[in-house]
């Protein structure tokens, strides 16, 4: 599944994405504000990308003009979140590299997550973000 907003393009993660995945999580300023350990390598960047990035509804963010992964925003539902929530409640998570930030990209993602929770997922819990 692609979502698309006017400058992002959200789609799965790839393992292609390992190299430039790491060159943002390897920013102690990144992970940590985010609740994981700054990665250590591409291969610890490829891990993730085949175990956590793998759930359903996590997309990497990338700019329409080249299709790079910068970050990442994912919907969880109950169990699937970190947080303790009932099944009909939801969380919106992200991050994106540092040299992104302040130019509402991750805002404009948020948005189309929280349209494609209440259009696409017909889900009850979206009043509840």
């Not at 790839?14 to 250590?40: F, M």
């Not at 929530?85 to 540092?98: P, T, V």
Request: with cysteine; charged share 25%.
């Amino acid at each position: 599944m692609e979502l698309f907003t006017q400058r992002l393009i959200l789609r799965p993660w790839k393992l292609s994405d390992a190299e430039r995945l790491y060159q943002y999580a390897k920013n102690p300023n990144i992970g940590p504000a985010a609740g994981w350990p700054v990665h250590t390598s591409i291969e610890n960047s490829r891990e993730i990308i085949q175990t956590v990035f793998a759930q359903e509804e996590t997309y990497a963010v990338c700019l329409k003009t080249d299709d790079e992964a910068i970050g990442c925003a994912a919907i969880s539902i109950g169990s699937q979140s970190n947080l303790k929530l009932s099944d009909d409640e939801g969380e919106i998570g992200y991050w994106i590299g540092e040299p992104f930030w302040g130019q509402g990209l991750i805002p404009e993602a948020c948005i189309e997550l929280i349209r494609r929770s209440f259009e696409d997922l017909n889900s009850n819990f979206a009043h509840r973000f």
